[in-house]
């Protein structure tokens, strides 16, 4: 006969956080489906791809107008990876936020 019941407690909370972290995840897919961008980009000429990835964001262009969902470095950080994999940036914003001429300038330096 044991003498210590394990409590039903524990498993419920953890299928508990396994459906918001999912519904968290699916919400974040759905709202950059629906247009809901993080990022969006105008590069200096047509990028060579209609998507790729570049740090761990999946870009999505036409013509020099790019957009991505959110990840998670910085926004100028985000913009060399996009230089990187697809040319100069002419423009850059994230969450409605537009880079200033240095940052623009330290995201196309960055090699």
Not at 53 to 72: L, M, P
Not at 79 to 108: H, I, M, Q, W, Y
Request: glycine residues 10%; aromatic residues 8%; positive net charge.
């Amino acid at each position: 006969m044991p003498i210590f019941k394990l409590s039903p407690l524990p498993h419920s909370l953890s299928l508990a956080g396994a459906a918001l972290i999912g519904g968290m995840a699916f919400w974040s897919a759905a709202a950059t489906a629906a247009g809901g961008s993080y990022y969006r980009a105008e590069l200096a000429g047509p990028a060579s791809e209609a998507r790729f990835v570049a740090r761990d964001v999946v870009w999505a262009c036409k013509g020099t107008s790019c957009i991505a969902g959110q990840g998670t470095s910085r926004r100028v950080i985000m913009c060399s990876a996009l230089a990187k994999a697809a040319g100069p940036v002419a423009n850059f914003t994230a969450a409605g936020k537009a880079l200033d001429a240095d940052e623009l300038a330290r995201c196309n330096a960055a090699k």
